[in-house]
Structures are given as C-alpha cells and as structure tokens.
C-alpha cells in the first residue's frame, strides 16, 4: 500500500452533528466530546455519496519540501465494499508544476495512476466475494474514519475540543485525537485534527501528524456542503480514466488463500 493513499484514508470524514449554542454553551467538555462521538456513530445513517473539492497539503519537514495538489473526490456506499475516486488534477511541489494523480477504489483493487511515469498500479485489496469495513480503524489498509463507533475512537484515542485559533476554518469545531500508548495506532500517528463546520455538520479541514511532527498533512474541502452529499454518483463515475488507455499496468495480487505474501 502507498504511503499517500494510507494518508488519503482520512479524506473521507462524516464526524459530528452539532447542537444549538445554547446548548452547547452549558455542556461541560467532556460531555461535548461524549455527544460528538455518539452523533459520528450514527452520521452514517442516510449517507449514499459524497462528490467535493479536495486541496491536500503533504509537509516535510525532515527533506523541507511541501507538495500541494489540488483536485476532487468522488465516494459511494454499496455493497459489499464501498467505491472512491480521488483526482488530483495539478500538483505542486517547491513550486515546480508537476502532473496529475489519481486513486480508484473500485470495492476489490486499488489503482494508482501517476500522469508524471504513464503508469497504472492495480493493487488487489479484496478477495473476489469478499467484505471489507473500510471504516475500521483498527484492521483497514486505509481506514475511513468516517461512521467510526464512539467505543473505538475513545479506546484508541484521547480526544478533545480544543478553542479556535487564528487560520483555523471559521465556524468550525476543532478536534483534537491522540492515540493512546495501548492503542495499535499508537506510532502510527501523533495527532489527528479535525475541523468541523458548525453548519453542515461535516469536516472542512483535516489534519494528520507523523513522526514527532515532521510529516503534517493537511487535506481541506473548500467547497463541501449539502449540495455535496447524496448527489446522485452512480458506477460509471468510477470508470477508469480515458488517459490510462496509454499508461504501463502493474498488477499486485493477493496470495492465494494458505500462502503468505512474498
């Protein structure tokens, strides 16, 4: 599995339903972080499709370099496994232009496609037949925190609200996970921000911390709303790219059933 697509699991983000101010203005913080939780368990009621823009901010601190790209995702809930399709149509590095990437997750293969190398790389993730819970954090290749049960998030993370700062999104509530020293995620990630719009009820910026804070990823969604749920996204917006017609395919399967990995 790519480091970026590992990081691209947490795109996909449904977290909160938030109360009135009033309300909020006399609930203790636990109980806020408490209410937030119960309500991620069940955003997930109702939800068909998301279509937004995406911006995605990969910051090395170690190498000093900071790629942008810029781009779109489309993401379906179907059976047995969900679909998602992230185009990057412009990425930046230092400056210098560089070309488009995409990641299609067609409910069994993984395939990454890089403008810059005419390359597809179709990783299979599934088994024919079989299930996979993308939103397990605990078990996916690249988990999907979206739909998360409030047990699992407060047995692998320390979680709280914290106050606005400036060039925080405005009108957004912040939360801010750490994963605890028992939790199998712990190394994985130092922190996890997400920032929730108070409206919408979704995350308009997200936030991931790595390596005593060396590699800071940040992915915002410029344009989510409620116009960008259930939109209508079908199968044939998963279509492969008509430009990979002419790109090398590198195919990774998996083991047969009994045998390991090589």
Known sequence: MTSTI??????????????????MAQEAPGDRVERILTDLERRSDGLRDIRCRV???????????????????????????????????????????????????????LSEAVERVQQVTRREIVRPGEKIDLFDLETAPFPLPFGQKK????????VQLVAPTDGDPKNADHLVCIPKPESPLYGEYDQLDFFVHKEIH?????????????????????????????????????????????????????APVGESAP
Do not use: H, M
């Open 151 to 158: 047990e699992t998030i407060l047995r692998n993370f320390e």
């Open 55 to 109: 911006r995605y901010v990969e910051d090395d601190r170690i190498n000093l370099t900071k790629r942008t790209k810029t781009g779109s995702i489309l993401f379906q809930i179907v059976e047995p496994n969900p679909r998602f399709l992230i185009q990057f149509d412009q990425t930046v590095t230092d400056d210098i232009l560089g070309k488009r990437e995409w990641y299609l997750f067609d409910g069994r293969w």
């Open 6 to 23: 590992c990081k691209l699991g947490w795109t996909f983000v449904v977290l909160v339903s938030i109360l009135t101010r009033g309300v």
């Open 202 to 254: 979704l995350p308009i910026r997200i936030v991931v911390t790595r390596n005593k804070g060396l590699e800071i990823n940040t992915a915002d969604f410029p344009d989510l709303s409620e116009k960008s749920i259930n939109t209508g996204v079908t199968r044939k917006d998963f279509t492969a790219p008509s430009a990979w017609k002419k790109y090398k395919v590198v195919v990774e399967e998996l």
